[in-house]
C-alpha cells in the first residue's frame, strides 16, 4: 500500500536537513579559520582551475626509479607539465576538441584498455608470492644471472640476409680468425651490416641466451637468427661481478611474483574465450584459430615476462 507524505512533513525534512547543512558549514568554516592553509590540498590555479596535491601524487608515483631525495624536484617538474596540461585542455574546451570523433575514439580506446588492464591487474593479484626455498632455487639455477655474473663488452652486427643465406654466414663466422676478417667478408660479398659497441651485464641480456653468452672466451662470437637478418655478438672482454643470494632476492622475488601474475592472467583469459561465443566475421573468418591463439598472450600487459634489467638493477642496489 502507497503513502503520501504531508506538505508540512516534507517541509520539516527539508528543515531538517537544511540545519544539518548549515551546522556541517559552520563547523568547516570553524575549522578552516585554524588551518585551512595547512590543510589545503591546492598545488596551483591554473584561471578558474585547480591542480591539486593528488593529481601530483598520482603521477609520482607512475614514475620509476625515483629515489626519496628526488621527490620535492619531481613534483615541480610534474607541477609545471600538469599546468601546461591544464591550459591546453582549457583552449580543447574552448574549441570544443572533445568532440571530435578521432578524440572521441581514441578516449573509448583508451577507457577500454584501463578498465581491461585493471581487471587483469585484480586477478593477478591472487598470485602468491613465493617462498624462500623457491627463491633460492632460482638463485642457483641461474650462476651466469648471479654467482658468476659478468659484465660483458660486446661488439654487435647486425646483418640483413636472406634465411637462405644464414647458413653460409654461421660458416663464415665460425672460420674466421678474427671478427675482422669476418667483417671484410660482408664488405666483398656486398651484404648490408651495421656495427655496434656496448657494454651490458649479465641481466640485460637476453635471458633465453643468457647461458650460451656465459660460456663465451673473450674473442668468440653467437649469431641469432631475426626476422630481417642476423645478429652477430662478439664478446670483446668481460669482468667478473658477482651478486650474492640476500643482494638479489628483491629482484627474483619480484620476477617470480610477475611470472605467476602473468600465468593466472593468461589463465583466465582462456577460460573467457572458452567460455565465450566468438565469431569472426568477413575478411576476418579466415584463419580466425590462429588470431585467437595469437591474442591470449598479449591479454597480460601488466606482467613481466623476462627478468627485467631495471627491476633487478634496482632490487640488487646497482646503479
Known sequence: MKTQESPASRSGVLRIGALALAISVALLAGCGDKKDKAAS???????????????????LQQQRNIRPEQAD????????????????????????IDRDPRVVQQLEAAKREIIARAYLEKVGEAASKP?????????????????????????????????????????????????????????????KFSGNQAVRAAEQLPLQSLDAFARLQ??????????????????????????????????IEQYLLNERKRKLMDEDVKAMRAAAKIEYVGKFGAGAPAAAAASAPAAAPAASASLNATDINKGMGLK
Open 131 to 191: 617462498t624462500p626455498e623457491e627463491i633460492k632455487k632460482y638463485y642457483d639455477e641461474k650462476p651466469a644471472l648471479f654467482k658468476e655474473r659478468r659484465i660483458y663488452s660486446i661488439q654487435e652486427i647486425g646483418i640483413e640476409a636472406r634465411p637462405d643465406q644464414v647458413p653460409m654466414l654461421r660458416e663464415k663466422l665460425s672460420a674466421a680468425k678474427n671478427i675482422n676478417e669476418f667483417v671484410e667478408f660482408l664488405k666483398a660479398n656486398d651484404f
Open 41 to 59: 590540498q591546492t598545488a596551483a590555479k591554473v584561471n578558474k582551475s585547480e591542480i591539486t596535491v593528488h593529481q601530483i601524487n598520482f603521477v
Open 73 to 96: 624536484a619531481a613534483s615541480k617538474q610534474i607541477l609545471e607539465r600538469l599546468i601546461d596540461q591544464e591550459l591546453a585542455l582549457q583552449k580543447a574546451d574552448d574549441l570544443k
Open 218 to 251: 673473450d674473442g668468440q662470437a653467437i649469431i641469432n637468427q631475426g626476422p630481417n637478418g642476423v645478429q652477430v655478438l662478439v664478446l670483446a672482454g668481460s669482468r667478473s661481478q658477482p651478486v650474492g643470494e640476500e643482494q638479489a632476492r628483491p629482484a
